[in-house]
């Protein structure tokens, strides 16, 4: 049972990245999916999650209209799509996955992790 996030990098300020999250070992389409990321020094925060079903889909407001989440269960895959991007965004991002109707960003809610990618927004 393991989730891997995929596609970080580097990137200018305007620039965009899409993140991977794919799991293997589970259905990943019977789990939410959330998206989180903690920067040097700071506590990892919430940025998106979608249902297991994708019918419903939350969003922090630092990165409502410039981030997109989704995910394909046929692939077993989840991405978050990151346009418009910041400085500010710079952090290490993960996935992980809890319940399938939940919809939460607190990282208390979620009991499996991927390991991180590392975003890097230069200015």
Known sequence: VQLQASGGGLAQTGG?????CAASGFALGDYAVAWFRQA?????EGVSCITGDSTRKQYDESVKGRFTISR????????LQMN??????????Y??????RLLSLDPSAYDSWGQGTQVTVSS
């Open 16 to 20: 965009s990245l899409r993140l991977s």
């Open 84 to 93: 418009s991007l910041r400085p500010e965004d710079t952090a290490v991002y």
């Open 40 to 44: 040097p020094g700071k506590e990892r």
């Open 72 to 79: 394909d269960n046929a692939k077993n895959t989840a991405y």
């Open 95 to 100: 996935c992980a996955t809890t319940v399938p």
